[in-house]
């Protein structure tokens, strides 16, 4: 009975002082249980219209919040510069997904600049007046990357990444997270421990190209773990150059479609030449110059196990900051 007349004190000198209890709970890092006002829906007409107006060259076509945070390739860049000149279109593949709590929105496809196409991810943050206040692009330039590797570019729908995930084979938000940020544990300098969950099916692609059960990718670029499947490649420790995977976000969760966006970096400090793997043969490290990726990477995730991962990511300077990491 103490506690009770206690707590509605407390309630009631805090509507006294114009502070609400939620506000209260923010200000101690409390999360509260009040409704999203956001919805799939919405989020996707919000994407749309950003995609429209992209295409369209004309920023001034989008509802934007009073004060907006723009990246594009891990620099701050003014609303309507850098792929608001040079777009000249969309590709076909347009994977969506959307995070109703946090009111975010991504996508993956492709974009064109006159004479070429590139992977192209985009994040987008709305307010609760349907207003974009973030926008975090990455548009994967082969030409200019170092990654003539992803060359041959393909992009393809995948019904597993559109599909719902059944309620049954749903994991808590918390955990999705736990198993995405555990495949960057397994990658960081990689030595064959999984600290993950894998699905029999996996497979994952990067700057459109599958990069897990291609054997013709294998052969044709001597990329040949290419050849095995998600877990079989980690348990090589083919991965051993990837030093660190630092400044790691998930900023997107999409429950009911068991997606989770992330986005970070890989260095690769370039001193690791020729190792072993766990079978005992030798490989020689492809990269031996530092360096780092800036990558974002979405995660489907089913029955606590990884399903799929697509990843775009591009090379900028080794242990580059991110402009997200202060924000």
Aim: glycine fraction near 8%; aromatic fraction near 10%.
């Amino acid at each position: 009975m103490r506690i009770a007349k206690n707590l509605l004190k407390l309630g009631a000198l805090l509507l006294a002082l114009g502070i609400s209890v939620t506000d209260a709970a923010h200000a101690r890092g409390i999360q509260t249980a009040a409704p999203s006002p956001h919805s799939r829906e919405v989020l996707y007409q919000a994407m749309d219209n950003y995609l429209a107006a992209l295409v369209a060259r004309d920023p001034s076509r989008i509802q934007w919040a009073p004060m907006v945070y723009n990246t594009e390739n891990n620099v701050v860049l003014k609303i309507g510069d850098g792929l608001w000149g040079t777009i000249t279109g969309l590709g076909d593949y347009q994977l969506k997904f959307a995070d109703v709590q946090t009111g975010q929105v991504g996508y993956f496809g492709a974009v064109e600049e006159t004479n070429d196409t590139s992977a192209f991810t985009v994040r987008l943050k709305v307010d609760n007046a349907g207003r974009v206040e973030e926008v975090e692009t990455v548009v994967v330039h082969t030409m200019f990357s170092g990654l003539d590797v992803f060359a041959n570019k393909k992009f393809w729908d995948k019904p597993v990444m559109n599909a719902m995930v059944p309620p049954e084979k749903r994991v808590p938000r918390a955990r999705m997270i736990s198993i995405a940020d555990g495949y960057f544990d397994t990658l960081q300098l990689n030595d064959g421990k999984i600290f993950t969950a894998f699905h029999p099916d996996c497979n994952r692609v990067e700057n459109g190209m599958q990069t897990t059960n291609n054997k013709e990718f294998a052969e044709a670029n001597l990329y040949s773990i290419a050849r095995l499947g998600c877990e079989d490649q980690f348990k090589m420790g083919f991965y051993r150059y990837d030093d660190e995977l630092r400044a790691r976000r998930f900023p997107l969760v999409d429950e009911e479609r068991g997606l989770v966006l992330a986005g970070g970096f890989i260095d690769h400090a370039g001193r690791l030449g020729t190792f072993k793997l766990t079978d005992g043969s030798e490989t020689t490290s492809m990269f031996r110059q530092p360096h780092s990726f800036y990558l974002l990477e979405l995660f489907k995730i089913e029955g606590g196990m990884i399903r799929q991962i697509e990843a775009n990511f591009i090379t900028v300077p080794y242990k580059m900051p991110s402009p997200w990491d202060s924000f």
